[in-house]
């Protein structure tokens, strides 16, 4: 089998069209609607680089015909010693050893500072090649994750119930010294906050959602990571719109996101949600999710039909909040961290 690394950054590049068809044929396996289209993968493998981590692709050829795809994740700030790896075989060459190969190829080009494989199996989806199941069923190896995907329709609501609901939940808020202000795009100049301290707000919900047994550290956050983000969603054709809760005094206590972009237009895609630890305990996840979800009904911009979110399965009140909202489980991923030495040892055996 041929491994080609793909490195062109242009949308008009063979390789990168079919590492974007590639992509997408196998979101397309994973979810039952609105899986993300082969353009979004073009123009997210084409956007300029995020700070904290890089993707590279490998094209998987055999006898001159492209049979899947090999993706790497390094961390660039925090967890360098982990990798994230993930193989998609297409259906008709799963079966033959092509998945054992990658892992053989990724061995031996990672840098001796990684020391840990992240390794995701998909609950449900019938595409998990055979050396990454023996390897998730090694004697001692449990996830250390558990990722919730949920999918609500919202084309089902009463827009009108919901704006009522939306605004007894912010009236109820303001009566304990809270106000809700919408931004998009990252330009936050209609709300009255230091932009330094949203930002170490964000960061420390970040870091305070749950991470299970994973042995993630704290993920960075600061201006240049914040604006890259809303930088890269701009350049794929999307836009973001946030919903944030301050209390009297302006200060930042809590956050809800979303990304809606240009080619998937039946998608509204879920960022963070969450509230500071001090400001918990009055209502304001759900005000924030419901402001957001009255905006989504009301937008005249948008006319997606499905709002697509992830949680730590253990994270039970945002998950309460969540069937409330009408979302039903779609899949579940799990977060295995396979020791690199493990790995080897098992490819040796083989």
């Known amino acids: 089998m041929e491994i080609i690394a793909v490195t062109s950054k242009s949308p008009n590049d063979p390789l990168l069209i079919k590492v974007a068809e590639l992509l997408h044929l196998k979101d397309k396996e994973i979810k039952e609607h609105a899986p993300l289209s082969q353009e979004f993968f073009i123009l997210r493998e084409t956007a300029s680089p995020r700070p904290t981590y890089r993707r590279d692709h490998y094209l998987l050829r055999e006898n001159e015909v492209d049979i899947g795809l090999l993706g790497l994740r390094y961390h660039l700030i925090s967890d360098r010693e ?19 190969e990658a892992l053989h190829f990724t061995m031996s080009i990672i840098p001796e500072e990684i020391k840990i494989v992240s390794m995701w199996y998909l609950q449900n989806v019938d595409r998990e090649p055979h ?7 090694q004697k001692g190896l449990q996830p250390v994750y558990h990722e919730r995907i949920n999918i609500s329709d919202i084309s089902t609501f009463d827009a009108d119930e919901i704006r009522t609901t939306a605004r007894q939940l912010e009236e109820e808020a303001a009566a304990k010294g809270y106000r809700l202000y919408h931004a998009e795009d990252g330009n936050f100049e209609g709300v009255p906050m230091n932009f330094e301290q949203y930002v170490s707000m964000v960061g420390r919900v ?23 983000l809303y930088t890269n969603v701009k350049e794929l054709g999307g836009m973001t719109w946030t919903v944030v809760a301050l209390n009297d005094t302006n200060e ?99």
């Open 82 to 100: 982990q990798l994230g790896f993930d193989v998609y075989i297409l259906p008709e060459y799963r079966g033959k050893g092509f998945a054992k």
């Open 131 to 137: 050396v990454m199941a023996t390897i998730y069923g």
């Open 206 to 228: 970040l870091n305070d959602m749950p991470s299970e047994d994973a042995s993630w550290e704290e993920e960075p956050m600061n201006e240049e990571i914040l604006n890259a």
């Open 252 to 350: 930042p206590a809590g956050l809800t996101e979303v990304f809606v972009y240009k080619s998937e237009s039946d998608l509204v895609d879920q960022g963070d949600t969450g509230v500071d630890r001090k400001h918990r305990g009055n209502g304001l996840g759900r005000a924030l999710k419901y402001a957001m979800l009255d905006k989504l009904l009301s937008d005249p911009r948008l006319d997606a039909r499905y709002w697509m979110t992830g949680n730590a399965n253990s994270n039970e009140h945002m998950l309460r909040i969540n069937t409330e909202l009408g979302y039903r489980h779609c899949y579940s991923e799990y977060d295995y961290e396979v020791p690199v030495d493990k790995i080897r040892e098992y490819l040796d055996k083989e």
